[in-house]
Structure formats: C-alpha cells, structure tokens
C-alpha cells in the first residue's frame, strides 16, 4: 500500500521560510517522479514542482519559480520543498504526488499522478 505523508506545514509570517517533507512508503521511490501541488480556497489546485525519479530535473510553476526548491533522497524515500521569501499568496494545502514509474508525461498536469499524500497546512501571515 501507497503512503504519501507530508509534514512541515505551519504559520509563518511573509518574508519567512518553511520547509516541507514527504515521506514515501509502499513505493520503489526512486522510481517515480515526484511533485508537489497546493489547493488555496476558492482556487483550483495548482502544480508548485516536480522532480524526475534521478534527481537530475526540476520544474517549477511560475508562481514559485526562484522561490522554491524542490529535492529529494532516494535513500530515505523522502521529497522536500524549501519555500523562502513566503507571501500570503501561498497559503495553500500542499499535497505531495507520486507519477507512475519512469514517468515521461507532462510533470504540470495532475491527473498524470497516481498517488497522494493527505496535504499539509501552509499559513502565510501579512
């Protein structure tokens, strides 16, 4: 069985940091490519990154882009997300996503994965 367990979430004031992790289970990690989204209210869920099963490729939205890395230890089966120069804009829920093994398909588009974590609170004070 599958487990996607984020934590790291919080309150933080804008201009502050916050660093999310992910802990797989039940998975070969590195085997899949790997990704993070946000859900804000009233807002559709929005790609933040995504990392190739290496290591080796990152993408980024926009939005985060220069902001946000995203990394990962094939070792200990866990992704990060280090958020820094945080803005209200950001609250969100982040949810970590699995994509099938060897993935090759469009990283953006969420329907493309096939695991999720439970999401995580991230609360950005102005």
């Known amino acids: 069985q599958v487990q996607l367990v984020e934590s790291g979430g919080g309150l933080v004031q804008a201009g502050g940091s916050l660093r999310l992790s992910c802990a797989a289970s039940?998975?070969?990690?590195?085997?899949?490519?790997m990704a993070w989204f946000r859900h804000a209210p009233g807002k559709e869920r929005e790609f933040v990154a995504a990392?190739?099963?290496?290591?080796?490729?990152?993408v980024y939205g926009g939005s985060v882009k220069g902001r946000f890395t995203i990394s990962r230890d094939n070792l200990r089966n866990t992704l990060s997300l280090q958020m820094n120069s945080l803005t209200p804009e950001d609250t969100a829920v982040y949810y970590c996503?699995?994509?099938?093994?060897?993935?090759?398909?469009?990283?953006?588009?969420?329907?493309?994965?096939?695991?999720w974590g439970q999401g995580t609170q991230v609360t950005v004070s102005s």
């Open positions: 990392i190739k099963w290496s290591g080796r490729t990152t």
């Open positions: 996503a699995a994509a099938p093994p060897y993935f090759r398909g469009d990283h953006y588009e969420q329907n493309e994965y096939d695991y």
């Open positions: 039940g998975l070969t990690f590195s085997r899949h490519s």
